[in-house]
């Protein structure tokens, strides 16, 4: 059962617009987000995190909204930038088990130039 | 401060051979964790080693086993390869259990034929 699910495979934005990557969430324990950006040949980066207690956390380019009532979190991306082209997940700790992430299945962004 | 390192890049192996897979934490990083990522789908939490130990499991058979060292290097074990092993083997270490934040090596390419 896929506890953390990324419905968009992928997106296309023009360069200095704004992406918005969407994630939604099936279990209401999870207290805390995080996404991770991921390049060809390279592991995952952790690009921005989002605690249960807030709604709202902003990283320069990057915000990540979160809506516990519809269990949805939102990374927006502004302005977008080609170097932004990536596959981006978003993920979340169990804290039922090792502390280990459940991640989403990614969105491929692609920044057009 | 190094990052997280892993190796070898690639590997190829036919049916029913064993594997194993090298990863280097960061420096003070004792937990390790291992994660398994199908073409397509966001990384699966195989195990956890903290402190050398086991310490949570995925929903992986028996034949995917660990060790990690005192040296904060650890290695990925998996018995009796099957086709659908291939995949990107990823390990992530943090400073410890409670961290939420994981730090991901490049991953080794696994291709079972």
């Known amino acids: 059962d896929q506890q953390v699910k990324q419905n968009s495979p992928s997106l296309s934005v023009q360069e200095g617009r704004i992406s918005i990557l969407n994630c939604d969430y099936t279990?209401?324990?999870?207290?805390?987000f995080l996404w991770y950006k991921k390049y060809p040949a390279e592991g995952p980066t952790f690009l921005i995190s989002?605690?249960?207690?807030?709604d709202k956390n902003e990283d320069g380019r990057f915000t990540v909204f979160l809506n516990k009532s519809a269990k949805h979190l939102s990374l927006h991306i502004v302005p977008s930038q080609p170097g932004d082209s990536a596959v981006y997940f978003c993920?979340?700790?169990?804290?039922?088990?090792?502390?280990?992430?459940?991640f989403g299945t990614g969105t491929r962004l692609t920044v057009i130039p | 401060e190094t990052g997280v390192t892993q190796s070898p890049t690639h590997l190829i192996k036919t049916r029913g051979q064993q594997v194993t897979l090298r990863c280097s934490s960061q420096?003070?990083?004792?937990?390790v964790s291992w994660y398994q990522q199908a073409l397509g789908q966001g990384p699966q939490f195989i195990f956890q080693?903290?402190?050398?130990?086991?310490?949570g499991r995925g929903n992986f058979p028996p034949r995917f086993s660990g060790l990690q060292f005192p040296n904060y290097s650890s290695e990925l074990n998996v018995n009796a390869l099957e086709l659908d092993d291939s995949a990107l083997y990823l390990c992530?270490?943090?400073?410890?259990?409670?961290?939420?934040?994981?730090?991901f090596g490049p991953g080794t390419r696994l291709t079972v034929l």
């Open positions: 989002i605690s249960s207690i807030k």
């Open positions: 992530a270490s943090r400073p410890d259990r409670a961290a939420d934040t994981q730090y």
């Open positions: 279990n209401s324990m999870f207290d805390y």
């Open positions: 993920a979340a700790p169990d804290r039922t088990g090792a502390n280990n992430l459940f």
């Open positions: 420096s003070g990083h004792n937990t």
């Open positions: 080693y903290y402190r050398e130990e086991e310490n």
